[in-house]
């Protein structure tokens, strides 16, 4: 595969899993504090069932092309160290999603309005910080793809002469 294919996918499943998290940070998780636990129950189910499925298929999508643009990639310097920067990033954002914020959101699945338990605000402010710190390694991921593509372009014929 050519390489300038391989750049353009990478860029679009990075962009789309971090529009997904930056989405939901800029929209909703700056004013999650003020929901009442009905509101956040409520609201808090309906972006699971939205996310959930696409996001179990474009996050593995995103790292497995990150790292076989890194294979491709290797002798492609500076921007070779970007890719890898890039690909630590998704791994870290990936990392975050299944280790904190999934088990917080299957708690969350189960909950309703009665059922709620007593620590749902502290749980919520744990699911809040991460998702924050989630959602700038998403975009630094983004950033460091796109620093080794624009490095990376004079190496990577676009036009054929």
């Known amino acids: 595969m050519k390489k300038r294919v391989l750049f353009f996918i990478n860029l679009v499943l990075v ?3 971090t529009g997904v998290f930056w989405g ?3 929209t909703l998780t700056r004013s999650i504090d003020g929901f009442p636990a009905d509101n956040f129950i409520r609201i808090g189910k309906t972006i699971i ?3 959930a499925l696409p996001m179990r298929i474009l996050m593995p999508a995103t790292l497995f092309t990150l790292l076989w643009l890194c294979v ?3 002798k492609l310097r500076p921007s070779f160290y970007f890719f890898v920067g890039a690909f630590a990033l998704m791994l870290l954002t990936i990392l975050i ?3 904190v914020e999934v088990p917080i959101d299957n708690q969350i699945k189960a909950w309703t309005a009665g059922t709620i338990p007593d620590n749902w605000t502290e749980l919520r402010a744990r699911w809040d910080r991460f998702h924050t710190f989630r959602t700038f390694t998403s975009i630094l991921c983004f950033v460091s793809l796109s620093v ?3 490095t990376g372009i004079k190496d990577v014929v ?3 002469r």
Request: proline content about 0%.
């Open 72 to 74: 491709i990639s290797v």
């Open 148 to 150: 080794g593509i624009l």
């Open 24 to 26: 939901t940070w800029f």
């Open 97 to 99: 999603t299944v280790l």
């Open 158 to 160: 676009f036009v054929r």
């Open 49 to 51: 069932g939205n996310v």
């Open 15 to 17: 962009m789309l899993v």
